[in-house]
């Protein structure tokens, strides 16, 4: 069976940081481009960033460029979203997710395994 666990959230203040993981089992972490997603109470789930198999590419949601990074170490089979100055409009459970893709886009349709999510509140 396929498992995305994420971990890592919590409540921290604005201007605050925290650092989301997700580890994956029975799925090789190397073989997929990896993404996570948000989806804040009464909204769509929304892409906030993504990496590529080998960590040479990384694209970013707009409301995020210059506060999140994402990162992966594939020995681990995890992946990694640093999440720095943060405000309440981040507030949102927090996805990972697995695509085959090589060069996915920020569709959810393109990502094919997905995690329950981790709870990320930031107070104002």
């Given at each position: 069976?396929?498992?995305?666990?994420?971990?890592?959230?919590?409540?921290?203040?604005a201007g605050?940081?925290?650092?989301?993981?997700?580890t994956?089992?029975?799925l090789?972490l190397?073989?997929?481009?990896?993404?996570w997603?948000?989806?804040?109470?009464?909204?769509?789930?929304?892409?906030?960033?993504?990496i590529?198999?080998?960590?040479?590419?990384?694209?970013?949601?707009?409301?995020?460029?210059?506060?999140?990074?994402i990162?992966?170490?594939?020995?681990k089979?995890?992946?990694?979203?640093q999440?720095n100055s943060?405000k309440?409009?981040d507030?949102?459970?927090y996805?990972?997710?697995?695509s085959?893709i090589?060069?996915?886009?920020?569709?959810?349709?393109?990502?094919?395994y997905w995690g329950q999510?981790?709870?990320?509140?930031?107070?104002s």
């Amino acid at each position: 069976q396929v498992q995305l666990v994420e971990s890592g959230g919590g409540l921290v203040q604005a201007g605050g940081s925290l650092r989301l993981s997700c580890t994956a089992s029975g799925l090789t972490l190397g073989n997929y481009a990896m993404g996570w997603f948000r989806q804040a109470s009464g909204k769509e789930r929304e892409f906030v960033s993504r990496i590529t198999r080998y960590s040479t590419n990384t694209r970013y949601a707009d409301s995020v460029k210059g506060r999140f990074t994402i990162s992966r170490d594939n020995a681990k089979n995890t992946v990694y979203l640093q999440m720095n100055s943060l405000k309440p409009e981040d507030t949102a459970i927090y996805y990972c997710a697995a695509s085959s893709i090589i060069f996915p886009s920020n569709l959810i349709s393109e990502y094919n395994y997905w995690g329950q999510g981790t709870q990320v509140t930031v107070s104002s």
